[in-house]
């Protein structure tokens, strides 16, 4: 069994910084690409940022040079700090992880249940 758990939502004020962490455990033999996505009320989820194995970044144009995604490979972690937070940036953020369980050649992709950050206007 595989478990992506987010942390780090809350409320900030507009300007404010936020930083969200997502953790990946259990029968784990590898984790590829992990990114963020984030769904505001009544919309889509959307991409927001996504890392590779060896630290390659992407980013969505609506965060680009606000939000940062990095992550620390040995704990399976994935971090996404935000900052410049608007109130359109209000939404639930996920966490998707692709994962390799340990004595299984297949890659999976693991979803984590989201954290709530919320930016007022």
């Known amino acids: 069994q595989v478990q992506v758990v987010e942390s780090g939502g809350g409320l900030v004020q507009p300007g404010g910084s936020l930083r969200l962490s997502c953790a990946a455990s259990?029968?784990?033999?590898?984790?590829?690409?992990m990114a963020w996505y984030r769904q505001g009320a009544g919309k889509e989820r959307e991409l927001v940022a996504t890392i590779t194995g060896d630290g390659g970044t992407n980013y969505a144009d609506f965060v680009k040079g606000r939000f940062t995604i990095s992550r620390d490979g040995a704990k399976n972690t994935v971090f996404l700090q935000m900052s410049s937070l608007k109130p359109e940036d209000t939404a639930v953020y996920y966490c998707n992880a692709q994962i390799r369980q340990r004595n299984l050649w297949s890659v999976a992709t693991h979803w984590g249940r989201g954290t709530q950050v919320t930016v007022p206007s």
């Open positions: 259990g029968s784990i033999g590898s984790v590829n690409n």
